[in-house]
């Protein structure tokens, strides 16, 4: 039988009572079943958020929306899911893979694309709002949707500009796509990504800094990896918490994950093993970045692996900012299995 795992987080607010609902890494494709989107907005319903966040890869490759009849689906299910709370959506870096029909030796088997028509689509959908680059406000919260770049991921692990120091984003070299493997697994470029982020920063300063105090400051950053980057860090002060996915739990089978004390798992999605930040571990009121497992924890493009799926649980989380003080020292953080 199917089963939700979900995570509840409590912390203390001195402003407000707000509830959000998370969830990350739908990875849309023919095999994520009807039944498994009804119960996901049966289940959003059911907590009665104020908000819904969602961290990026909503679909599993482009293709899977090429079709009319699969993008309908896709984009009615949303339609519904707005209608419980306003949808606070980023964009992953399956958002943008398309296979590469040209594939030769010693590349990735994936090429980007912005699908813009499908893009289109999303930001047509009423009280859903795709935080591309971009933030939402209104009167409780500031959340900013910062979207990591295609480059950002894909560059192979022997790229000496890979060792550049964050700081050092003047001549970034061009990206090389490359194959991976666990003897080489693809590394993600906090250098690159610091340039992303100073670089909007520098262009839209009123996204990241002077945020409004009283609100609820949330950054939703699909990838979590870099996060330590002290360079990133500090461009990332001001926000209350920030909320990722993509790591899919480290691919931590259940059961273990509830007493494994570590916020690693044991693959990264560029297939390096025993990854930092895969998971929750330890969050006190000054450590809040909270990191999502998937709705679909082994996606369909994985091919004949994709029935391991079947043995993990779909992730949904909450956050809850009180105003009891009872959270003031210690946030409360628990999670329970329940029944499809």
């Known amino acids: 039988m199917k089963l939700f795992y979900q995570t509840r987080y409590r912390f203390y607010s001195p402003h407000q009572n707000l ?24 289940k959003a319903s059911s907590q009665a958020p104020d908000y ?27 339609e519904k899911l707005a209608t419980v709370a306003p949808v606070l959506l980023i964009l992953g870096n399956h958002d943008f893979y398309r296979r ?30 795709l935080l591309d680059n971009a933030a939402y406000s209104d009167h409780h919260v500031h959340v900013l949707g910062f979207t990591q770049s295609f480059d950002y991921y894909h560059l192979r692990a022997t790229d000496q500009t890979a060792q550049k120091p964050a700081t050092e984003v003047d001549a970034i070299a061009t990206p090389i796509p490359s194959s991976e493997s666990f003897q080489k697994p693809r590394h993600e470029r906090a250098d690159l990504m610091y340039a992303d982020l100073k670089n909007l920063s520098d262009t839209q300063p009123k996204l990241l800094h002077n945020l409004p105090q ?21 461009l990332l002060k001001e926000f209350d918490f920030i909320i990722s996915g993509h790591m899919h739990g480290g691919l931590v089978p259940p059961g273990l994950q509830d ?29 809040t970045r909270i ?22 649980p779909i992730n949904i989380a909450t956050l809850e900012l009180s105003k009891s003080q009872i959270y003031a020292r210690k946030p409360d953080i628990s999670s329970k299995y329940l029944e499809f």
């Open 19 to 42: 509830k959000f609902f998370l969830f990350s890494d739908l990875h849309f494709s023919r095999k994520v079943t009807n039944q498994t989107l009804d119960a996901i907005l049966a």
């Open 52 to 78: 819904i966040l969602f961290t990026g890869d909503l679909v599993d490759q482009l293709a899977d929306v090429d079709a009319a009849i699969d993008r309908a689906r896709l984009l009615g299910w949303l």
């Open 100 to 129: 590469n029909p040209h594939r030769s030796a010693g590349q990735l088997g994936w090429i980007a694309e912005r699908n813009e028509d499908f893009l289109h689509h999303l930001s047509e959908i009423k009280n859903l709002h």
């Open 214 to 234: 009283k609100k609820a400051k949330i950054a939703l950053i699909h990838s979590p990896i870099n996060l330590d980057e002290p360079s990133i860090a500090h």
């Open 259 to 287: 007493f494994w004390h570590s916020d690693r798992g044991f693959v990264a999605p560029g297939k390096s093993l025993f990854p930092k930040n895969a998971r929750n571990y330890t969050i006190t009121p000054d450590n």
């Open 291 to 312: 990191v999502l497992g998937a709705i679909t924890t082994v996606q369909n493009c994985t091919g004949v692996l994709s029935f391991l799926n079947k043995a993990f």
